[in-house]
């Protein structure tokens, strides 16, 4: 279950990477780090659950408190 979670969330992390690669600008750059960046929350999450099970699911509580400061700051 965790490893298929940890699939989801690299691929969905590589979705954004690749088109950064392939044309390396500041809009892209920027909203790649962002996507990072919150992306945190999520792989510790998954951590949590492989050792604490669901008391995990209260660490993606942060998650829409990262996207709002995420629009108020820039992250690079």
Known sequence: MVA??????????AATLVPVLRRPEPERIQAAVRHLLQGIIFLDAF????FA???SLLMLVLWPLAVLLGRWFAPT
Do not use: D, I, N, Y
């Open 47 to 50: 951590l949590a659950f492989a």
């Open 4 to 13: 298929a979670l940890q699939l989801a969330w690299a691929s969905a992390l």
């Open 53 to 55: 099970g669901g008391v």
